[in-house]
């Protein structure tokens, strides 16, 4: 096929969709049923006709219908890949024309489809942004705070020695069901989880309500959610709780020393060492955590100064993602994710799925203008990585990554990486006070 002989129209229906029409000349199309035919009648078996004898208007009888449909994928997929290559266009979603027009030798065969592209911009003023963050210090407060975590965190569980309640502190097996205007919340129900009373980590009204309840006991009591509970199908609701209480448990908290610390594994021999490990562990979150806030600065700062459409089937993508993300932190967390109404959680993450989307298109456009690459060797760093957090051979992962088609995606991750670093190396980054910096915005 010769790319004068295609004729393509293309119409912009915004500024990330594109309409082509495109004509396949009737001498390509009959050409291709040609060979079509050709092909099929050396392997035919038609009764009657020893194998690669058939006519073939007998093969037209028998076969017609499946000649067309892979004459049409064939004219759609060839005439397609010109028609994008002739507009200069990068196709990031494509509709495939269906139904798929009839193919009739002699006749030009024409057909129109619809295709994402990025949005088209430049990427401007992104070098020399100024930003601010606190600088990264460790009191020893913070340090016999996280000291006492751990301490609590390696207690031992026992039924209290005496008959009596829940006391903040303790931990309870229990069951517990949601109930909204009276009717039990979709994947609001919980059996056999385990919640430490007092420690807030589910609600803390909720857990409240539990102090000085018995094993065996069976309650139910209202619970105000904030706007910002995890499930966003009862957030910002007063729900009904249903609680059957199985057990209650105390803890028997370590003394802490270097027995203690000792016996928590690793290379600690001394209290003395753990106190040293703790504190190299909370700079390095600090360090993260402000290396969170900066990047969340500098995607506010590339957004606020790009404007521009994104792909809708990006961002129902990143939703998806989303989703998923939320799906297994909700089975992490004892709740079973079955039943919710996943179409609202899309509704709900499509801003923040939006954002997503919007800020790597940035950094891409950045990287593209500053000639910045992934190379071999880099991804085979990120790969070994990979193995050794995950504690498997790095060939495995590679092959992993392999054969799921995962190496595009992590390519893509490493140049965001690399595009980033680009920005706060050259970003004039100023000290703030950690009670005014406040808390890392989320990570993009």
């Known amino acids: ?5 295609l004729k393509v129209e293309m119409e912009n229906l915004s500024g990330v969709k594109r309409k082509l029409k495109i004509e396949v000349p009737s001498t390509e199309v009959t050409q291709e049923v040609d060979r079509a035919y050709r092909e099929l009648g050396k392997r035919a078996k038609v009764k009657g006709f020893r194998p690669g004898k058939a006519p073939r208007s007998v093969l037209e009888m028998y076969y017609h219908k499946d000649i067309d449909h892979d004459v049409s994928e064939t004219l759609v997929r ?7 290559k002739d507009k200069g266009l990068e196709a990031i979603n494509l509709s495939w024309p269906e139904p798929a027009p009839p193919v009739v ?38 340090v016999e705070a996280r000291l ?48 430490e009373v007092g420690s807030g ?13 018995k094993a065996g006991a069976e309650v139910r009591f ?51 060492d753990l106190r040293t490990a703790v504190r190299e562990d909370i700079i390095t979150a600090k360090e993260r955590e402000r290396q969170a806030y900066l990047e969340n600065q500098v995607a506010d700062r590339l957004l606020a100064r790009h404007q521009f459409e994104a792909p809708p089937s990006l961002i129902a993508q990143e939703q998806e993602n989303m989703l998923r993300d939320q799906m297994d932190r909700f089975s992490q967390q004892g709740f079973n994710p079955s039943g919710m109404d996943t179409a609202k ?11 997503r989307v ?25 790969l070994a990585r990979i193995a050794v957090n995950n504690r498997r051979d790095v060939a495995e992962i590679k092959k992993f990554y392999e054969e799921h088609d995962l190496l595009g995606a992590l390519r893509r991750t490493l140049l965001d990486d690399k595009t980033m670093k680009l920005l706060l190396d050259k970003a004039e980054i100023t000290a703030a006070a950690a009670e005014v910096a406040g808390p890392a915005g989320e990570k993009e």
């Open 222 to 272: 209202p619970v105000s959610l904030p706007a910002d509970f995890a499930n966003p199908l009862i957030a910002g609701k007063v729900i009904d709780f249903q609680v059957k209480v199985h057990e209650v448990k105390e803890k028997v908290v370590p003394e802490l020393d270097d027995a203690f610390a000792r016996n928590l594994g690793g290379n600690f021999q001394t209290l003395a």
């Open 148 to 195: 006492e975590e751990i301490r609590q965190d390696n207690a031992l569980l026992k039924p209290p020695a005496e008959d009596r309640g829940v006391r903040e502190g303790d931990f309870v097996v229990l069951d517990h069901q949601a109930h909204f205007a009276g009717q039990p919340v979709e994947g609001g129900k919980s059996e056999g989880a385990y919640l």
């Open 1 to 5: 096929m010769t790319e004068s002989a």
């Open 345 to 355: 959680m899309l509704e709900v993450m499509k801003p923040m799925a939006e954002r």
């Open 78 to 84: 060839r005439s397609l890949g010109e028609a994008l």
């Open 358 to 382: 919007r800020v790597r298109l940035v950094l891409s456009r950045i990287a593209d203008q500053e000639n910045l690459a992934v190379d071999e060797a880099e991804t085979d760093a990120a």
């Open 201 to 213: 980590k589910f609600n803390a009204e909720f857990e409240g309500n539990l102090v000085g309840l």
């Open 105 to 142: 030798a002699g006749e030009d065969y024409c057909y129109s489809v619809e295709i994402e592209v990025s949005p088209e911009f430049t990427a401007e003023d992104y070098l020399g942004l100024t930003l601010s963050a606190p600088e990264v210090a460790v009191t020893d407060a913070e």
